[in-house]
């Protein structure tokens, strides 16, 4: 007997002789494929002509995190994800076919069930989500005009299913949440101490030169502890911690147990995660209903995320002409983390506790060096000369940065079916969010100890309404088929932020009343309105031939009344070859397809929310306290969004019923890129401290072109066994073709930090000045000569030195910067596996990129070894020279060394220490993102609870990551930086699923 089921693979069972068959129907995954959802609607896989990526809810379901977006990560090509994942609640930040401005805005726009979302992706229950597509080239995205140019990202929700019955589904995940990176490998306290020997006696080498060496070693040891480093851990005297030959000597106290900061301030944090869902459809209506609770402790003390959500979808046909429906979502968010947890700031627990030197200790310590405990507690010493009154650790546990966050969401729709062939739609939708963030640091040690205590407090809205209406003829004419839509749409965002501080604080209660004098109170608002028209136009002949077209026309509040309109628009053509006769005999090719398309999308995110108008701002704290307005913004009448043109040519397959390909070539021009361009001086100044005035105009061109590949192979397909595996890669050439002319500069570029943006070269290319190595015969540090500014025969021995014919600088006033290589991958993408037995599955996801650059700023500074306010220092460190090498002479060609480093010492530190290529690291890595094991009860056992299915499962979230160096947070960001922050963490957890 044959059994078939829409969206399984059929199955013909032998019924003979038997009066009870169980039969499992496997899910038809290439059935379910077929169906993309796509701008203002949805489409077959057929028909697609655009570049269109997707996610299903069953890849979802397998991660854990709480951030929707990062399950990209690896599973779709031309997607970067930025994942650090580390801070509980935090979102990632992805990047689509490489860099389209400059200046300006690369993040995609987001739509939840066709409705623009202005929220973070944190207010999302991924258990909620059916699907994410993501849009990637013009054809796809040009129905979202003038905010497409960085891609799409459409996030369905989940709706009823037509099962006719009413289905409930409960799970639960519990977990730990860890660090998931090591951090760097520094040096331990007796290591150290031998460095910061070396270094002073270096320096004093070179200032009490003559001296007997046992002199420059007896000053080294009478002042390194009491002048310097300020504590002495050790069982000896402060001058008797070394041998003559800077060694340590003595051992440390027992007591000192409490040296590593990062252990002090880092915990394993608990996950725990609860959701209940339900659904019922008939032909009639489907309703959907969910219900989920996120509590997540970080694994820094004192970091939390608190998230409970809501979500209920309903879509009613009393009549076949007309259907209805509401999506109704909220979201309420306690979020405890870290405001300043980046940079070198003293508040950052990260940057504290790294460099913190390995000699001092987190508590207060005895003369023996015990602990010293109070209350059964151990006391924190916050009173130690050299922490200069700060503690990272106490102040965990005093301060705090708190938000709570209510977000709501509200959408409805009517469709009218009428003449048989047209639907009108209806679609209104209404977001609004509170957040309140509430900023405390103590009184006594910290940021607020100068000021008694102060209490800061923010508070920001924001709502949008979106509101459309679509006309849809939709008709088969024999082998024709036509399909088209018009409509139009109108956005509005507003937004509302205050911020107020007070300090002096009078009761230990955090409240503001409590505070006795106010800082600041200030606040802004801003307003942006969006309306369009648009257009889609779909043909196929035969399911072989499809042609599209769309249109949308935008008018954005962004700009000038004048320039305020813009033209958008695509094209695309597919032929589906696997269906022509001549193909019914190619057995091995069970579907073909090749399409291509062209199309132009905006970018007005780029541009200030009153981009075209001159602007204003109050000054604070100038002019003697009077109040003070100054011009903050030229106006530019004639500005207007970054225009992106984009050109795709794509093949898809599946082959031998089980490879499916597909490959893309994409070349993306994003032209009239945004630049503030320097004015004259008598314009007048724009801010109290800025030099020059300037304005913004649309200057500029870049260009990203490359090749996507995806493939997926279904390696074993038996009744018990299945295994599965899939791999992308992307290929993304970046370069810039156009840019403005800079005062100062040559040609059309520019300097920007440790980047220089010229024509013909990728966005963020390195330009540095080229170290080259270690003079041996000195130790210092040696730089590529610049003998184009500087003529050789007028430098001075102390900046320029000749070895072996060759110049070198001592000193990168004098040096040379060049090309250092760019932070973009060569190729980036993921690896993922699934095996089944049974009832017993195992899935493995990988995620990995290859070349680019990073400059790793935390290295650089863990290698400098500060005498004054020391600090932790890299291992690596131990590699530096001491000593000229026996037999080295000043014409020996090895005397340039890369093989070691330069000598430690503070007199040439500005020149050792300098930004260079010294610290570019290769940006590699390949990270296990998430492994996974579950196991579903067999359905008799479940029968006989009267339940459902059971489904058991064990994951990891980032169990491995692999890089060029330990501590180096290679998904840090796309443009090659490396900030002291937060780290993807490691979560372990156990769910339990039960469909009742």
């Not at 725990?272 to 659904?279: K, L, M, P, V």
């Not at 006309?471 to 018009?486: E, I, P, Q, R, S």
């Not at 500069?745 to 300097?751: A, I, K, S, T």
């Not at 320029?800 to 110049?807: C, F, H, L, Q, S």
């Amino acid at each position: 007997m044959p059994l078939t089921e829409i969206g399984y693979v059929p199955q013909t069972v032998d019924v003979a002789g038997k009066s009870h068959i169980e039969v499992t129907l496997e899910e038809d995954t290439h059935a379910i494929d077929d169906v993309i959802v796509v701008a203002y609607g949805t489409s077959s896989k057929e028909a697609v002509t655009g570049s269109v990526s997707m996610v299903k809810a069953d890849v979802i379901e397998k991660r854990t995190t709480s951030d929707v977006t990062s399950t990209l990560e690896g599973t779709s090509a031309g997607v970067q994800v930025s994942s650090s994942y580390g801070e509980p609640g935090a979102t990632a930040e992805i990047l689509i076919r490489g860099f389209g401005s400059i200046n300006g805005n690369n993040t995609p726009l987001y739509v939840v069930d066709g409705n623009i979302f202005a929220g973070s992706m944190s207010d999302l229950n991924p258990n909620d989500i059916e699907s994410i597509s993501v849009l990637k080239d013009a054809s796809s995205a040009a129905l979202y005009g003038s905010r497409a140019a960085s891609g799409v990202v459409l996030i369905t929700t989940k709706k009823g299913k037509s099962d006719g019955k009413l289905n409930v589904n409960v799970s639960t995940k519990q977990g730990v949440y860890t660090r998931g990176l090591k951090d760097y490998e520094n040096l331990s306290a007796d290591p150290w101490m031998e460095v910061m020997y070396n270094t002073l006696y270096n320096d004093y080498s070179a200032s009490m030169a003559g001296m007997p060496d046992a002199d420059i070693r007896a000053a080294v040891n009478e002042d390194l502890i009491t002048g310097y480093i300020q504590r002495n851990i050790y069982d000896a005297a402060d001058d008797a911690i070394f041998d003559a030959q800077g060694k340590v000597v003595a051992s440390r106290l027992a007591g000192y147990t409490d040296l590593d900061w990062m252990d002090a301030i880092e915990e394993t944090g608990y996950r725990g995660e609860y959701n209940i869902q339900a659904d019922a459809a008939t032909d009639k209506f489907d309703v959907f209903a969910s219900i989920g609770y996120l509590n997540e402790d970080g694994y820094v003390k004192n970091t939390n995320f608190e998230r409970t959500t809501g979500r209920l979808s309903a879509n009613f046909r009393p009549k076949k002409w007309f259907k209805t429906g509401v999506n109704l979502s909220g979201s309420l968010q306690k979020n405890n983390f870290h405001g300043m947890a980046y940079s070198s700031y003293y508040a950052n627990p990260f940057y504290s506790a790294r460099m913190m030197a390995p000699v001092y200790p987190v508590y207060v310590h005895d003369a023996d060096g015990a602990i010293v405990y109070e209350n059964g507690a151990p006391v924190y010493d916050t009173e130690s000369p050299y922490l200069s009154n700060r503690s990272i650790a106490y102040e965990l546990e005093k301060d705090y940065d708190r938000t709570h966050r209510t977000t709501l969401n509200a959408a409805a729709y009517a469709t009218v079916t009428f003449l048989k062939d047209f639907e009108f739609t209806v679609r209104a939708s209404v977001d609004r969010r509170n957040s309140d963030t509430q900023t405390y640091n103590n009184p006594e040690i910290g940021d607020g100890a100068s000021n008694g205590g102060r209490m800061e407090k923010t508070h920001y809205k924001y709502n949008t309404i979106n509101f459309q209406q679509q006309l849809t003829y939709n008709k088969d004419f024999g082998k024709h088929h036509v399909d088209a839509m018009v409509g139009h749409e109108n956005y509005q965002w507003n937004y509302n932020y205050d911020f107020s501080m007070k300090i002096g604080q009078s009761l230990p209660t955090h409240v503001m009343d409590n505070f006795a004098t106010m800082k600041y109170i200030d606040g802004y608002v801003h307003k942006t309105r969006t309306e369009s028209y648009l257009g889609r136009a779909r043909y196929n002949y035969d399911n072989r031939y499809f042609v599209e077209a769309s249109y949308r026309r935008d008018g954005s509040s962004r700009f000038h009344k004048d320039s305020r309109w813009g033209n958008f628009w695509s094209a695309g053509a597919s032929w589906v070859a696997s269906n022509e006769a001549f193909m019914k005999d190619v057995d091995w090719v069970d579907f073909l397809k090749v399409r291509a398309s062209y199309g132009e999308v905006g970018n007005d995110a780029s541009a200030g929310y009153y981009a075209y108008s001159s602007t204003y701002t109050g000054a604070y704290g100038i002019n003697g306290g009077s109040a003070t307005i100054f011009a903050s913004q030229l106006g530019n009448p004639a500005l207007q969004w970054e225009t992106t043109q984009s050109f795709d040519i794509g093949v898809d397959a599946r082959l031998w019923n089980r490879v499916d390909v597909t490959l893309d070539y994409f070349r993306k021009t994003s032209k009239d890129l945004l630049f503030d361009v320097n004015m004259a001086p008598s314009v007048g100044t724009l801010s109290p401290g800025s030099a020059y005035p300037t304005v913004q105009q649309n200057i500029g061109s870049v260009v990203n072109s490359g090749l996507e590949l995806a493939v997926n192979v279904d390696i074993v397909k038996t009744k018990n066994w299945k295994w599965d595996m899939g791999f992308n890669a992307s290929f993304v050439k970046n370069e810039v073709k156009e840019l403005p002319v800079v005062a100062g500069e040559e040609g059309n570029g520019y300097l920007s930090g440790n980047y220089r943006f010229e024509e013909g070269h990728s966005m963020y290319e390195f330009y540095l000045y080229q170290y080259k190595g270690v003079d041996q015969m000195t130790g210092r540090a040696l730089y590529a000569f610049n003998d184009v500014d500087y003529n050789l025969e007028e430098m001075a021995a102390t900046d320029v030195v000749v070895i072996n014919d060759t110049p070198y600088a001592l000193t990168t006033t004098y040096a040379k910067r060049d090309w250092s290589g760019e932070a973009l991958p060569d190729v980036y993408g993921g690896l993922q596996t699934n095996v089944s037995w049974k009832n017993l599955s195992l899935n493995v996801l990988c995620s990995y990129s290859i070349g680019g650059k990073v400059y790793d700023s935390t290295y650089r500074t863990l290698m400098y070894p500060y005498l004054k306010g020391p600090q932790a220092l890299h291992k690596d460190i131990l590699n530096s020279w001491t000593a000229v090498p026996e037999g080295m002479t000043a014409d020996s060609p090895n005397r340039v060394s890369n093989s070691i480093l330069p000598m430690n010492d503070t007199a040439n530190a500005n020149q050792t220490y300098a930004a260079s290529n010294r610290w570019l690291v290769d940006a590699s890595y390949f990270i296990v993102k998430n492994i996974g094991l579950s196991y579903t009860l067999p359905t008799k056992w479940m029968s006989k609870l009267g339940v459902g299915d059971c489904t058991v499962s064990f994951n990891v979230e980032n169990p491995f990551t692999f890089t060029k160096r330990d501590g180096l947070n290679p998904q840090y960001s796309f443009y090659g930086g490396q900030d002291q922050t937060y780290v993807a963490a490691r979560i372990y957890t156990f769910g339990l699923s039960l469909k009742l």
